[in-house]
């Protein structure tokens, strides 16, 4: 339920765009590491992975579970609550991992937070978390890293410019494009993985941006090896 309502919720935001970079097809029991921008890109990077075929299961923040309606359905479909700051927190890589074993993607945040900031403008990727590489590491899951582009535009700024920006995105249709890279093993190592996961995440974060701009044009999606999807 919760891919089919973010594809729907996709449609209203915006015009998205989804690219990946020609490869095998994501396998289950695979990490997709997204970068974090606004609270509107998670509804836009699971609707942009439903149409490559993956329903992830997805790493939120617990807060999520306590919404009405929502809470419910994130619980049925096995998602998984980040109790972050807390003693449960490593209790989620621990599901995450189980997740993997049983032939899950596992959708995941690096960075845990989104930017401190009011403007609606794209911005490379916050310094990752050692959450990401240490679940790649104890379970030795492929990494697919995520970069989208334009989810400032649907929602960003103060609360009040968040609701505003979600109200108005149905007769703005800002444009939106989500990419996914090759997949990648890390390396041993907590800090050395991170920083890898960081820069492909950011890779692909660049790839998006670019996306913005030229999906469309045939030659520029050659140029850049993508396979595009439009919708």
Not at 43 to 64: C, E, N, Q, S
Not at 131 to 146: E, Q, Y
Not at 174 to 199: D, K, M, Q
Not at 212 to 220: F, K, Q, V
Request: proline share 7%; net charge positive.
């Amino acid at each position: 339920m919760i891919s089919h309502v973010a594809a729907a919720l996709a449609q209203m935001f915006g015009r998205m765009t989804v690219s990946e970079t020609p490869s095998l097809p994501v396998v289950g029991g695979t990490i997709l590491a997204a970068n974090h921008t606004s609270l509107a890109d998670p509804v836009l990077v699971v609707a942009a992975l439903r149409r490559l075929g993956i329903d992830p299961v997805i790493m939120a923040t617990a807060g999520l579970w306590r919404v009405p309606v929502l809470g419910g359905a994130l619980a049925r479909e096995g998602h998984i609550p980040v109790h972050r700051g807390t003693a449960r927190a490593a209790s989620s890589l621990a599901d995450a991992a189980e997740a993997l074993a049983a032939g899950r993607c596992v959708l995941m945040y690096g960075e845990g937070r989104i930017p401190d900031r009011r403007d609606s403008g794209e911005a490379a990727p916050l310094p990752f978390r050692s959450g990401l590489a240490r679940l790649a590491l104890a379970t030795g899951a492929p990494v697919r890293p995520v970069g989208q582009a334009g989810a400032r535009r649907v929602s960003s700024g103060t609360t009040a410019k968040q609701l505003a920006g979600v109200l108005t995105a149905p007769v703005r249709r800002p444009r939106v494009h989500v990419h996914v890279g090759a997949p990648l093993f890390l390396p041993e190592g907590l800090a050395e993985a991170t920083a890898v996961a960081h820069g492909a995440v950011t890779s692909a974060w660049h790839t998006a941006q670019s996306g913005l701009a030229t999906i469309g044009r045939p030659s520029a999606d050659r140029a850049q090896g993508r396979q595009v999807v439009g919708g």
